[in-house]
């Protein structure tokens, strides 16, 4: 086995259980890409087994803390059951489920969702790309009393190149229709893991959703704009809420092709959904010309700072779309705004907020603050993990 020694003081992290080494901590010691290597503080003291990843800044990956574990198949076949257990006993009712939320349920780098029969995986480290064989088996073995019986890789994330790896996507494990039918509280959703974002589909938002059509038909709203709609749930879950004008803005064709289809298939009037194909900012520009006005408002952005680097440029970001969100909405109206950027945190996004507002000249209540489902779980060790964050605000 080989060794990875540490720089004098930079055993720290690990001995707090945070599972990440950045390069610069890195004394001496290589292995080869999503090789398991012992790490070890400058006097030579176990710390870690990990995966080593040589062209990644995060260096080193831990997958146990415990110096009698040996990381083999039945480790990952162990750290599987347990993601898949705590789902379990979550109760989460709908077929989909995020089942591994990597460093949060000790697998860095692997992101499992369940969508109905299909599993929809991303293999994002050198260390679970090594192993990505014992760990589809694994996957599948755990899952199958739900009913899991095929693997689909959706390893086609940039943050892949971090790491070395070229883009993957395909059936590792079965084949036939991507496409299955999601249960999500009252309403019906398509997902097709082969064309969808990410794994196929925006799960974090799933209890949001609910909270927003519960809602909706508390405060009685009847004008909704969903901004950066992806493929409708939010809107869906707005007419469930009795809206009856509901607007999705996005710029993927394809997506605002299945937000209308699923207005239909939930039952709701066409009439009643307009899909609008464009840029979130110009349109909220154009509206506010417009003197358009909502009873609700959705703000749902794609991550506009992926690291803590692109913070300024996002802050700017993020205050321009939810000042033009507090000027479009009534008195009275409800905006759930979200960031789901690592890099802005939950302090500095309430401040992006209030500074909106400041110039919007629009105060308002904060009615709940929001967080991602509790199936994407974070851990006390680990606060790079909490990611998604959201306010309700009602407009004064
Ligand atoms: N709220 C959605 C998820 C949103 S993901 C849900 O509950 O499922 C972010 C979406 O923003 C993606 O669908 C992406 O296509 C869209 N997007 C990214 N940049 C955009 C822009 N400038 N204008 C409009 N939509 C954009």
Redesign the pocket.
């Known amino acids: 086995m080989k060794a990875i020694r540490l720089r004098e003081g930079k055993e720290r992290s690990l001995l707090r259980r945070h599972p990440w080494v950045f390069a610069g901590s890195v004394e001496k010691g290589k292995a080869d890409a999503g090789e398991t290597v012992r790490v070890e503080s400058h006097d030579g003291r176990f710390l870690a087994w990990a995966s080593f990843s040589p062209s990644s800044q995060i260096r080193v990956r831990a997958w146990s803390f415990d110096e009698a574990e040996r990381i083999d198949a039945a480790f990952f076949q162990r750290r599987v059951q347990a993601a898949v257990a705590m789902r379990e006993r979550l109760a989460i009712q709908s077929n989909g489920v995020r089942l591994v939320h990597g460093e949060a349920d000790g697998l860095p780098g692997l992101i499992v969702d369940r969508y109905d029969d299909i599993l929809s995986a991303q293999f994002l480290s050198a260390g679970t790309e090594r192993w990505k064989d014992v760990i589809a088996d694994a996957l599948l073995a755990e899952t199958r009393s739900m009913g899991c019986t095929r693997l689909y890789e959706r390893s086609d994330s940039g943050v892949r190149q971090l790491e070395g790896l070229e883009p993957a996507k395909g059936w590792l494990r079965g084949e036939g229709n991507t496409t299955i039918t999601l249960r999500e509280h009252s309403i019906q959703l398509t997902v097709d893991v082969e064309e969808g974002?990410k794994t196929g589909?925006?799960l974090d938002?799933r209890e949001n959703?609910a909270l927003f059509a519960r809602m909706v038909r508390q405060f009685g709203c009847k004008s909704v704009l969903n901004c950066?709609?992806?493929?409708g749930?939010?809107s869906v879950a707005a007419l469930a809420g009795g809206a009856t004008e509901v607007v999705s803005?996005?710029?993927?064709a394809p997506?605002l092709a299945r937000a209308s289809a699923h207005v239909t298939l939930n039952g709701f009037d066409a009439a009643h959904h307009t899909a609008l194909d464009a840029?979130?900012?110009g349109t909220l520009r154009q509206m506010l010309k417009d003197g358009r006005s909502f009873d609700a408002i959705i703000l749902?952005?794609?991550k506009f700072a992926p690291s803590a680097a692109h913070a300024d440029r996002a802050s700017r970001a993020y205050k321009d779309i939810n000042r033009l969100g507090l000027k479009l909405l009534k008195p009275g109206g409800l905006l759930l705004t979200f960031s789901c950027s690592g890099g802005i945190g939950a302090e500095l996004f309430h401040k992006i907020v209030a500074g909106a507002g400041m110039d919007a000249e629009v105060d308002a209540y904060l009615l709940q603050r929001l967080e991602a489902s509790s199936d994407h779980p974070t851990t006390i060790c680990f606060p790079e993990g909490e990611y998604l964050k959201g306010l309700v605000l009602l407009k004064r």
């Open positions: 974002h589909y925006y938002q959703r950066y709609s992806y493929t749930g939010f803005v996005d710029s993927s997506a840029d979130v900012n749902d952005p794609p």
